[in-house]
């Protein structure tokens, strides 16, 4: 089957379009016609070589469609289901599989090499082969993923907004209420309003947060901040947030997420808590990246430092549960989606790196 990708042919080189072959979905895999996919952080650490890999590659990872066809032995979708797509296989035997925290699966090393569990790939361009991105790639307008990875949904919700559902909202609003447990009436600071930082925010007037104070540099970012939620907002390229934050927080937050990844701002996010508090870590920094903090506090106010990786979900019912958010009108994911084609696929990675707001959506 011919579809339109985007191709990392080179680190750092602008991604190419291209038309490709998509093959036949195999034993336990599924086909799917992708309606749309977000751009993420994390392609663009893809696309500078920050993880290594193979290439050339398909991006893209955050992902919702219609099932095309499935391969042998497929039983938990089928042709016509809507589904949103989950960037982490889980094979549900591990250790972490069977403690029930398939986001640290072991079991799945394969799709790091960019190919299918059988050490193949179903894109191919003029006979020669094309890598997939983590199990699943899409910036295509047909993909082939893992039937793990494919989660379904109900036909009523519209695809473009729960596309973001397959990394920033789970990321982000996983953060909030899997991994931190805000109750109502806590004080949360949110550092880095893009998709996640905004997902975050959002499952924190969810868990009913009083105070939620959003940390940008942009302003556009921080007033989006503000319509979904945010209590008080702070520039910190104005104002020094550490301090507004204390201050706010009279002594500091009972929570603070990090949603950027960079030393800096993970050292705030230490920096700023309350007595009792905890901060969450759930940007992605470099491997080099360290934090640090001073133990005499953290011991004194019994603060705790926690990582999160894809929101501690698990993707088959904390989709559809992130869904029926949507659905019921807590989860505001139409404000945050801007649609864009897939021909700009370069622009909108250089929109990325210069932190631009919300989040760029390619539809198909
Ligand atoms: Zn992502
Ligand atoms: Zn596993």
């Known amino acids: 089957m011919k579809s339109k990708a985007a191709i990392l042919v080179g680190f750092g080189r ?17 086909r799917i016609k992708v309606a749309a996919s977000g751009v993420c952080h994390s392609d663009l650490h893809a696309a500078h070589g920050v ?23 497929v039983s938990n979708v089928a042709a ?9 296989p889980a094979c549900g035997h591990c250790r972490s599989c069977l403690r029930g925290r398939p986001n640290l699966c072991e079991g ?12 193949t790939t179903r894109y191919s361009s003029n006979g020669s082969d094309v890598l997939h991105f983590g199990g699943v790639s899409t910036f295509t307008e047909y993909t082939v993923v893992p039937a793990e990875c494919a989660v379904k949904i109900g036909r009523d919700l519209p695809l473009v907004p729960m596309s973001l559902v397959g990394c920033a909202v789970t990321t982000g609003v996983g953060a909030a209420i899997n991994t931190a447990r805000i109750v109502a009436g806590d004080s949360v600071a949110i550092i880095g309003c893009g998709g996640v930082g905004l997902s975050s925010l959002q499952g924190a007037r969810i868990a009913g947060a009083k105070t939620i104070i959003a940390v940008d540099q942009s302003d556009a970012a921080l007033s989006l901040a503000r319509s979904l939620g945010a209590t008080h907002t702070i520039n910190s390229r104005c104002d020094d947030p550490k301090r507004s934050i204390v201050e706010i927080g009279n002594g500091g937050v009972d929570w603070s997420i990090e949603a950027v990844g960079r ?21 992605v920094a470099r491997a080099e990246t360290m934090v640090s903090f001073k ?11 926690l990582g999160s990786y894809y929101g501690s979900a698990r993707p088959h019912t904390d989709f559809p549960r992130f869904a029926n958010y949507y659905r019921q009108g807590m989860l505001d994911l139409d404000s945050m989606v801007t649609p864009r084609k897939l021909e700009e ?15 760029s959506v390619i539809v198909f």
Not at 65 to 71: D, K, L, M, N, R
Not at 349 to 358: H, K, P, V, Y
């Open 80 to 88: 016509g289901d809507h589904v949103i797509i989950s960037w982490k």
């Open 51 to 73: 993880y290594g890999g193979n290439l050339p590659a398909i991006l893209g990872h955050e992902g919702a469609g219609i099932v095309e066809s499935v391969g042998n032995g």
């Open 108 to 119: 799945a090393a394969w799709a790091d090499c960019g190919r299918m569990k059988d050490g």
């Open 345 to 359: 696929i370069n622009e909108i990675l250089t929109d990325l790196e210069s932190g631009a707001n919300g989040r």
């Open 263 to 283: 030393q800096e701002t993970m050292d705030l996010a230490v920096s700023i808590l309350n007595r009792g508090g905890q901060a969450v870590l759930a940007g």
């Open 295 to 305: 133990p005499f506090v953290l011991v004194r106010q019994e603060n705790a430092i």
């Open 14 to 30: 602008p991604l190419e379009i291209e038309e490709i072959d998509v093959a036949e979905p195999r034993e336990n895999e599924v």
